[in-house]
C-alpha cells in the first residue's frame, strides 16, 4: 500500500508544482459544487492518478481540486469512491493516505444522509460528533502499514474542529444540528424496520460513506470535521418514497450553506 500511496502522491506533485495542501476536502452526492470557491484550481482526474479507484455514481465527479480557499490551500475530492460500487474498503480509503502523503494535518468530510432524529428537517446540516459502523468491515483489516492497527475512536470527530464549526455556524445565522451518523452499506435504501433500529441504538441519521474515511484518516492522525447535509427524511418517517433524485435536489439545497460554513471554518484550520 505504502508504494502506491507514494506512486500517487508523486504523480500529483508532478502537477502542482510547489503547492502543497494543509486542509482535505471530501464532497459527498451533489456536493460538488463547493469546489467553485477554490481560486487558481489545478484539476486532475482520478483516472490520471495511478492505483486511485474511479468513481462510478451520478452526482460524483471523480476528480481532485486543488487550489486556495480562503487563502489556506487545500485539496478536494469532487466525487468519493463507496463500499457499494464494489471495491474494497482499502480502495475507498486509498485517497485519504495520499492527501496524508501530500501533507495534509486536517480533513474535512462532507456527505449526503437521511434524517432519523424526528427535529431534523431536510436541508439541515449536522456535525457528526460520532459513528456508528454498519459496514460489517473495516478498513484497517489486514493492514498495519499507514499506521497503527488498534486506533483510539472516542474522539474521533475533533472536538475543537466541531467549537469551531459551531462558532462560525452561529456567526453566519446557519442553524447546525448535532449527532450520531450511522454507515450502512447501502446501495438500497433502508427499510423502515432498520430506520427503526437504528433510531434504538442512538443514530440521528444514515448514510452510505464517511465513516471509513474517518478511521483511516485517524489512523494516521489526520483531525477531522464531518457534515451530513440531512438531503431527506428517512425510510418510514419520510412521507413519500426515496429516490437518488431526492437526495441530489436535497443536497443542492444545502449546498449553499455548506459552503458558506466551510469558507469560514477553513480559515481556522490552518
Ligand atoms: N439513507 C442512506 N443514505 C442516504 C440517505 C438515506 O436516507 N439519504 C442520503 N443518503
Redesign the pocket.
Known amino acids: 500500500m505504502r508504494n502506491k500511496v507514494e506512486e500517487a502522491a508523486k504523480a500529483i506533485e508532478n502537477r502542482l508544482m510547489a503547492m502543497r495542501p494543509a486542509v482535505g476536502l471530501i464532497l459527498g452526492?451533489g456536493l460538488g459544487g463547493i469546489v467553485e470557491s477554490i481560486k487558481n484550481p489545478v484539476v486532475i482526474g482520478f483516472d490520471s492518478i495511478p492505483h486511485f479507484p474511479v468513481s462510478t455514481v451520478k452526482g460524483h465527479a471523480g476528480r481532485m481540486i486543488f487550489g486556495k480557499m480562503e487563502e489556506v490551500p487545500v485539496a478536494a475530492m469532487q466525487g468519493r469512491i463507496h463500499y457499494y460500487e464494489g471495491y474494497d474498503l482499502k480502495q475507498v480509503v486509498f485517497p485519504v493516505y495520499v492527501l496524508k502523503r501530500l501533507g495534509i494535518k486536517k480533513l474535512i468530510v462532507t456527505?449526503?444522509?437521511?434524517?432519523i432524529n424526528n427535529e431534523f428537517e431536510p436541508g439541515d446540516l449536522m456535525l457528526i460528533n460520532d459513528h456508528i459502523n454498519l459496514l460489517g468491515d473495516n478498513p484497517l483489516i489486514g493492514q498495519e502499514e499507514m499506521g497503527p492497527r488498534f486506533i483510539d475512536m472516542s474522539r474521533a470527530y475533533s472536538p475543537e474542529l466541531i467549537e469551531i464549526a459551531k462558532r462560525k455556524g452561529n456567526m453566519l445565522g446557519i442553524k447546525l444540528r448535532e449527532g450520531v451518523y450511522a454507515c450502512?452499506t447501502?446501495p438500497s435504501?433502508?427499510t423502515p424496520a432498520e430506520i427503526r433500529m437504528l433510531k434504538a441504538i442512538g443514530a440521528d441519521a444514515?448514510?452510505?460513506s464517511t465513516v471509513p474515511e474517518v478511521i483511516a484518516a485517524r489512523q494516521c492522525e489526520i483531525k477531522v470535521l464531518a457534515v451530513s447535509c440531512?438531503?431527506?427524511?428517512?425510510?418510514g418517517i419520510?412521507p413519500h418514497v426515496?429516490s437518488h433524485e431526492?437526495?441530489l435536489e436535497?443536497a443542492r439545497k444545502s449546498e449553499k450553506n455548506l459552503e458558506r460554513l466551510l469558507k469560514e471554518v477553513v480559515k481556522e484550520m490552518i
Do not use: P
Open positions: 452526492s456527505n449526503a444522509a437521511g434524517g450502512m447501502g435504501y433502508e444514515v448514510g452510505m440531512i438531503t431527506n427524511m428517512a425510510a419520510s426515496l431526492e437526495v436535497g
